[in-house]
């Protein structure tokens, strides 16, 4: 009877297959490969025009004018960030994103807060031994999609992540090496594979995201 129960507990925990993911990531990023180059050059086109603005600013205002250039070049990239979550989340549920989804700042101030809080979490545990800190990266990493889908509190958020990826540290651990083996392999083909790898891993995050948050509901 215990034994029996201990397998319904197994069973009913939120799980995913690493397959699966990265079938339906790459399907997915390669049907809509037009659409992400769009993406990244635009991305492209800001990270220049940073870079440039920084470069700029360093030699003609000195420390301050750097310092003002570079925090809001970090907010930028806190937009982007959003931005490319809400388009994944967006693919994943078979709606269609546009290139202004790029700049979704709904719920710009929780995922500021959220995003500061699971790295400080993280660099925590990396500071006791390392190997909590991989922990609670692990945990925590879909605490920003939390944000974005759900709108939700950065508390709450890592209440959220960590009660669904519960039972599957070690699933994920391996899911993030997998995706980071497909990018090194985009990368060794001349970059240019990297146009497709690089939405193959957004939209396989988002699928297993997508898939623990339902049965975590379910459960």
Same mark, same amino acid.
């Given at each position: 009877m215990a034994t029996q129960k201990k397998k319904n507990a197994e069973s009913a925990r939120p799980h995913f297959s690493k397959k699966e993911s990265v079938i339906l990531g790459f399907e997915l990023a390669k049907k809509n490969i037009l659409f992400f180059i769009g993406i990244f050059v635009i991305v492209a086109v800001i990270f220049i025009v940073s870079e440039s603005l920084q470069f700029g600013s360093a030699a003609k205002t000195g420390v301050s004018g750097y310092g003002i250039v570079n925090i809001i070049s970090f907010l930028v990239n806190v937009v982007i960030s959003m931005g490319l979550i809400k388009i994944s989340l967006e693919f994943v549920d078979k709606k269609k994103p546009k290139?202004?989804?790029?700049? $979704? +700042?709904?719920?710009?101030? $929780?995922?500021?807060?959220?995003?500061?809080?699971?790295?400080?979490?993280?660099?925590?545990?990396? +500071?006791?031994?390392?190997?909590?800190?991989?922990?609670?990266?692990?945990?925590?990493?879909?605490?920003t999609y939390l944000i974005v889908d759900k709108n939700m509190h950065p508390i709450d958020a890592i209440k959220k992540s960590w009660a669904m990826t519960k039972g599957n540290t070690w699933n994920l651990f391996f899911f993030?090496?997998?995706?980071?083996?497909?990018?090194?392999?985009?990368?060794?083909?001349?970059?240019?594979?990297?146009?497709?790898?690089?939405?193959?891993?957004?939209?396989?995050?988002?699928?297993? $995201?997508?898939?623990?948050?339902?049965?975590s509901k379910a459960s």
């Amino acid at each position: 009877m215990a034994t029996q129960k201990k397998k319904n507990a197994e069973s009913a925990r939120p799980h995913f297959s690493k397959k699966e993911s990265v079938i339906l990531g790459f399907e997915l990023a390669k049907k809509n490969i037009l659409f992400f180059i769009g993406i990244f050059v635009i991305v492209a086109v800001i990270f220049i025009v940073s870079e440039s603005l920084q470069f700029g600013s360093a030699a003609k205002t000195g420390v301050s004018g750097y310092g003002i250039v570079n925090i809001i070049s970090f907010l930028v990239n806190v937009v982007i960030s959003m931005g490319l979550i809400k388009i994944s989340l967006e693919f994943v549920d078979k709606k269609k994103p546009k290139f202004s989804d790029l700049l $979704y +700042i709904k719920p710009f101030w $929780y995922f500021l807060l959220g995003s500061l809080m699971r790295g400080v979490i993280t660099v925590i545990g990396l +500071i006791l031994l390392i190997i909590p800190g991989i922990v609670f990266s692990i945990r925590l990493q879909f605490v920003t999609y939390l944000i974005v889908d759900k709108n939700m509190h950065p508390i709450d958020a890592i209440k959220k992540s960590w009660a669904m990826t519960k039972g599957n540290t070690w699933n994920l651990f391996f899911f993030g090496i997998l995706l980071a083996l497909i990018n090194i392999l985009g990368a060794l083909i001349l970059l240019v594979g990297l146009f497709v790898t690089v939405p193959l891993t957004m939209l396989a995050t988002t699928f297993v $995201y997508r898939k623990l948050l339902l049965q975590s509901k379910a459960s």
